[in-house]
């Protein structure tokens, strides 16, 4: 007998250690940015109860976002009212565009020196340390720019040698279990969707956060090698298939939920905006190629 939407669901929510700060960020960047950037804090609390995260703890979180720079808050009569930060919003933009826009593959590879990196850096830039105040780095369109000396870096040993050299720099072994896991958690979900057994419109809005939250937690870390440089059974692509995927299925009902019960400043949060179509419109594109 298959398992109830629901029912996946809630294994999902089970499984998960959800940290306040962090879903409320996935809440604003996913939903609230692109309609507007504000959000009663009613909602709020509401949106993160059926999560599991309680109303002392989004309130606690909140005025810990705020202290760090990350939330701005306005208070319009009795309610509040918050937003992302300038800083915190330019920092899901770069986030928004690996996980909503047309996946970029690595141009290759670049040498950079820089003398003491601070690691968050090192981690946040995708480098690989080849030696002190030397590291690797993939070459993106529009990477994280750091100070030093940036050298190109042409390959021309076999893949396999590169693949092999890459496993030395880069935890890929973490990287791949997160994305097997996100696989195993979601594919029931996906299934479910698939085959005529859609969550409900509030349930979507959850699943939906959820999706994105953890799929946004390995994204982010991954250095996003060239393909040369992966072993052969790489899950990102699977993973990226599977996000997409149930992203695109679920948000028909989470945006009409959201358009119905959401709260932005003196009027609900509109159904959909250009930046949401836009998000949509360039999954499908990525589904077909």
Known sequence: MAVPPPQILSQIQESL??????????IYGDIVVPRG???????????????????TLVRTAVSRLVAAGQLVGERDGRRSYYRLAPGARTEF????????????EANGFLIHHAPGLPEEVVRRAGLGRMGPDLYLRPRHQGGIKLSGLT?????????????????????????DTDYRAMIELFSPLLDAQ???????????????LLLVQVYRAVLLRDPRLPAAALPV??????????FARLYRSLS?????????TFIGRDEPLPVETEETR????????????
Not at 94 to 101: D, F, K, P, S, V
Not at 194 to 208: C, F, I, K, N, Y
Not at 234 to 241: H, I, L
């Open 278 to 289: 836009a998000r949509l419109h360039a999954l499908a594109s990525e589904l077909a190629s």
């Open 151 to 175: 050298f190109g870096a042409e390959v021309e040993a076999d893949g396999q040698a590169l693949a092999a050299y890459a496993a030395t720099l880069w935890d890929l072994a973490a990287f």
């Open 252 to 260: 028909p009902m989470a945006d009409s939920h959201i358009g119905a």
């Open 194 to 208: 698939e085959t005529g057994m859609p969550l409900s419109a509030a349930d979507a809005v959850v699943a939906r």
């Open 93 to 104: 933009a770069t986030a928004a565009r690996l996980l909503y826009g047309p996946r970029a």
């Open 37 to 55: 950037g504000e959000l009663w804090m009613g909602t709020l609390v509401e949106i993160c109860g059926c999560l599991g995260i309680s109303e």
């Open 17 to 26: 250690a959800l940290r306040a700060p962090a879903m409320i960020v996935t």
């Open 233 to 242: 059974d790489w899950p990102g692509p699977a993973a990226r298939q599977l």
